[in-house]
């Protein structure tokens, strides 16, 4: 288990949530008071949970959010005294997992805390199993890792290699968004340039011509404004 982040300017509340969650035998908890704070933290540390404040003294957390999203599908719970379905809807839009309203009930946090660390857990579990597969079968179209094939409609399509190896990812971990940033340090493996954005991007146009039935509507690897990229895995008869 991965420790979790508290980030909140407000000692009190920390130091209240911090001891309610040892309570419940959550015992590694890092917490941060700013927004500069917590991302030091956050690209040093792998975290299981993060909870974070909207109103920093320095940072926004919906700043913060969308920093951590380019990189991480960590759950993210927003705390705020901002109450208007604006900021909600923003805080949800943007990656967060949940968003809870000050004040609050303690107890009520913690439990949602768990669930969501609860199902993170169970999603890296279903992660790590469809990682080991070596064939993907969507009935419309399929791709064997085993032989690097893929097949659309029944027919064997040409997939030069960093196309194969970028699909191949995204059957691995379905209904994530994932930025251009991630998925060209995840399948080039090196660290983001100027022109590493476009180069994605061209893989993933050539990917929806061979897997689409409308590339200029994608119902299979969609956008998601501002943050990235989802693959979508079709059901049987959808296409």
Request: net charge neutral; proline share 4%.
């Amino acid at each position: 288990m991965y420790p979790i982040l508290l980030v909140d300017d407000e000692e009190g509340l920390l130091d209240m949530l911090k001891i309610m969650l040892q309570k419940e035998g959550i015992i590694d908890i890092d917490i941060a008071a700013t927004g500069k704070q917590a991302l030091e933290k956050i690209n040093n540390v792998d975290y299981s949970l993060i909870v974070l404040d909207i109103m920093l003294p320095d940072i926004d957390g919906f700043q913060i959010c969308q920093e951590i999203r380019k990189k991480s599908d960590v759950p993210i719970l927003f705390i705020s005294a901002r109450t208007s379905d604006i900021d909600k809807l923003t805080g949800l839009n943007i990656g967060g997992d949940d968003y809870i309203t000050k004040p609050f009930n303690p107890l009520e946090v913690v439990a949602r805390i768990k669930i969501h660390m609860r199902r993170h857990n169970l999603q890296l579990q279903s992660q790590n199993k469809l990682l080991n597969q070596d064939q993907y079968d969507y009935g419309y179209f399929s791709l064997s890792k085993k032989t690097g094939e893929l097949f659309v409609n029944g027919k064997s399509i040409i997939c030069p290699a960093k196309e194969f190896e970028l699909l191949s990812f995204f059957c691995a971990n379905p209904n994530q968004v994932f930025s251009a940033e991630q998925l060209y340090e995840k399948i080039w493996q090196q660290s983001t340039g100027l022109n590493d954005r476009n180069t994605v991007m061209v893989h993933i146009l050539r990917l929806r011509k061979k897997i689409e039935e409308d590339v200029k509507k994608p119902k299979i690897i969609v956008n998601i404004r501002s943050i990235g990229y989802k693959f979508i895995p079709p059901k049987m008869g959808d296409i």
